[in-house]
């Protein structure tokens, strides 16, 4: 013979189940997971990215001429061989991002921190670097010598010199 709950346990526990299917949907509906967006080979000239959080973003391949990252958090980002001529990058979060074979030209990289960023073979043709952090950047010998005559500043963030971060001698 099978025994059953008493009615009241039934409910209570049925209520609880319920609460627990509810709950569960409710979350997925809610709260989304955070994903890192692609914008390969696409056209974005103008955008504005400024404050916004792209950690892990792809942005390869793409013409970002004149777009707005000013005060973005890019940690991660990829860039590689995108044209990111006279971007904003203001007090950026850079570090860690992929800046391989980008054109730079006339960009502002202004207090911007990009600790640890792979940059060889980038561009920097007349770029703002004031108080830019480049605390371990990789980066061509040559244009590393480039920065340098340039570098000035102290990054708000980071308190390190520009000049400092680039190795100037």
């Known amino acids: 013979m099978k025994k059953s709950l008493p009615s009241h346990l039934q409910t209570i ?7 627990l299917i509810t709950g569960f949907a409710f979350c997925n509906i809610f709260v989304s997971p955070v994903l890192a967006i692609s914008y390969n080979n696409v056209t974005l000239i103008g955008e504005d990215f400024s404050h916004q959080d792209l950690r892990d973003a ?14 973005s958090n890019l940690f991660g980002v990829e860039f590689f061989s995108s044209n990111l001529d006279s971007a904003n990058f203001e007090g950026a979060n850079l570090r860690n991002a992929v800046l391989g074979s980008v ?33 371990n950047v990789l980066l061509r010998a040559d244009i590393q010598r480039k920065l340098c ?11 390190r ?9």
């Open 149 to 159: 005559d340039i570098a000035s500043g102290t990054n708000p963030t980071t308190g």
């Open 58 to 71: 792809s942005f390869d391949h793409s013409n970002l001429r004149q777009c707005d990252f000013s005060y």
């Open 161 to 169: 010199e520009t000049r400092e971060t680039l190795l100037c001698w």
């Open 13 to 19: 526990l049925t209520s609880f189940v319920l609460f």
């Open 103 to 135: 054109r730079l030209s006339h960009a502002n990289l202004t207090n911007a921190v990009l600790e640890d960023a792979f940059a060889f073979g980038a561009l920097f043709d007349r770029t703002i670097i004031e108080g830019a952090d480049f605390t």
